[in-house]
């Protein structure tokens, strides 16, 4: 059973930093892809990072040159490195990670993520 826990959000203000963690079990960490969704109230989830099992990453525009998305395969553990904090980040956000083959797909619990202006 792959379980995926997330950690490190909270409240900050504009301009900040924050780390979000995303800890796997249950499966071989380093054959998958990880992505970071977010969510923010009244929005629909948006793909914000993913970084590939060989280690390629992706951003969307909103995001890049701020965020970074990195992996520990050694730790199991996921990462976004979020710079420059905008209000506009205020959102709950999602690990996910996806199997080789794209079709079965595990969800975190989700981490709030507040920015103040």
């Known amino acids: 059973q792959v379980q995926l826990v997330e950690s490190g959000g909270g409240l900050v203000q504009a301009g900040g930093s924050l780390i979000l963690s995303c800890a796997a079990s249950?499966?071989?960490?380093?054959?998958?892809?990880m992505s970071w969704y977010r969510q923010a109230p009244g929005k629909q989830r948006e793909l914000v990072a993913t970084?590939?099992?060989?280690?390629?990453?992706t951003y969307s525009d909103s995001v890049k040159a701020r965020f970074t998305i990195s992996k520990d395969n050694a730790k199991n553990t996921a990462y976004l490195q979020m710079n420059s904090l905008k209000p506009e980040d205020t959102a709950v956000y999602y690990c996910?990670?996806?199997?080789?083959?794209?079709?079965?797909?595990?969800w975190g619990q989700g981490t709030q993520v507040t920015v103040s202006s």
């Open positions: 996910n990670l996806m199997k080789p083959g794209g079709k079965t797909t595990y």
């Open positions: 249950g499966t071989i960490f380093s054959f998958n892809s």
């Open positions: 970084i590939t099992s060989v280690g390629s990453t």
